[in-house]
């Protein structure tokens, strides 16, 4: 009898220290499975957003504004989302500024199909995106390229050291607002591929999460390598904002949320089409 070999799955991921972590797992070969075998791609997310329009990776992470792009090619992994509770990305510039002060002006974003972008148009509409990589988010604002810019990943702890000045936390804003988490970024599936490697893919997924939270210090050590700017101590509370319960089974609330964000972006005119979130365990 010839053997079955296991599945390949192109997993790809945004090259930061969250991602890093929950991907432990399954980049060091801690999570296993005779169907199914991972080999990682790394990209920053606006990329990813971008190629998931073509269906290029059985898995890939995505911003949860790009869903409604790619709805017709993937599905939601209920594990694996990075959720904001009453944090998330933030708007800086170089001088005290209040929001209203934003109107009309240029703020560097890192991508028009990210959360960020999405949530920050919600709460001001009018404003002129100057879309450069996140990783020079601050640096275009330095050189006042922009007159604000929207900062994601590990800037969010980073970007006072430098002195930059927080206009708003969107995460918080929205926790205020709406009493809900923000949801920001998810892994999704090709809907192509079998139910059975499907949900293979969703049990290491969750089981890598689960296996980094058990074994924090060796998983934060292994980040680390993707922590930009951040010591061990700056690091591992980045990471604890964006690994937690949420991401290793986003639960009931995070749908609400996500279809709640991705709601209003269709009513305000900024997300195509009205879609609803299928999630995948």
């Known amino acids: 009898m010839t053997a079955v070999l296991p599945q390949e799955i192109v997993s790809a991921h945004s090259p930061?220290?969250?991602?890093?972590?929950?991907?432990?797992?399954?980049?060091?070969?801690?999570v296993r499975s005779s169907k199914v075998t991972f080999r990682h791609v790394l990209e920053d997310i606006e990329s990813l957003n971008r190629h998931a329009m073509?269906?290029?990776?059985?898995?890939?992470?995505?911003?949860?504004?790009?869903?409604?792009?790619?709805?017709?090619?993937?599905?939601?992994?209920?594990?694996?989302?990075?959720?904001?509770?009453?944090?998330?990305p933030m708007l800086v510039s170089n001088r005290p500024m209040e929001l209203e002060d934003v109107k009309g002006k240029k703020?560097?974003?890192?991508?028009?199909?990210?959360?960020?972008?999405?949530?920050?148009?919600?709460?001001?509409?009018?404003?002129?995106?100057?879309?450069?990589?996140?990783?020079?988010?601050?640096?275009?604002?330095?050189?006042?390229?922009?007159?604000?810019?929207?900062?994601?990943?590990?800037?969010?702890?980073t970007y006072d050291r430098s002195g930059f000045h927080r206009i708003v936390d969107l995460g918080r804003w929205w926790k205020a607002k709406y009493d809900l988490p923000l949801p920001l970024g998810?892994?999704?599936l090709l809907r192509s591929l079998t139910p059975d490697i499907r949900k293979e893919c969703c049990r290491m997924m969750r089981e890598s999460i689960q296996y980094a939270l058990d074994n924090?210090?060796?998983?934060l050590s292994y980040a680390m390598q993707f922590a930009r700017d951040m010591d061990h101590r700056m690091a591992e509370k980045f990471v604890g904002m964006y690994v937690n319960h949420y991401t290793v089974d986003c639960g009931?609330?995070?749908p609400v949320a996500a279809q709640k964000l991705l709601d209003m972006g269709f009513e305000a005119g900024?997300?195509?089409r009205r879609v609803e979130f299928e999630f995948v365990r």
């Not at 930061?16 to 801690?30: E, P, R, V, W």
């Not at 601050?138 to 007159?147: I, P, Q, Y």
């Not at 924090?216 to 998983?219: T, V």
Request: net charge negative; glycine share 8%.
């Open 186 to 188: 998810c892994n999704v």
């Open 16 to 30: 930061d220290s969250d991602d890093a972590f929950m991907f432990y797992g399954l980049a060091t070969k801690k």
């Open 216 to 219: 924090h210090d060796e998983a």
């Open 270 to 272: 900024l997300v195509p």
């Open 54 to 88: 073509e269906g290029k990776y059985e898995l890939t992470a995505i911003s949860y504004h790009a869903y409604p792009y790619v709805a017709d090619k993937y599905v939601v992994m209920a594990s694996g989302s990075s959720i904001g509770d009453g944090y998330g």
């Open 252 to 254: 009931e609330l995070v």
């Open 107 to 157: 703020v560097a974003i890192p991508g028009t199909l990210t959360s960020a972008y999405l949530a920050m148009k919600l709460i001001e509409p009018d404003f002129i995106p100057v879309v450069v990589p996140f990783d020079k988010i601050l640096d275009t604002v330095r050189e006042k390229s922009a007159d604000a810019g929207l900062i994601i990943h590990e800037a969010q702890l």
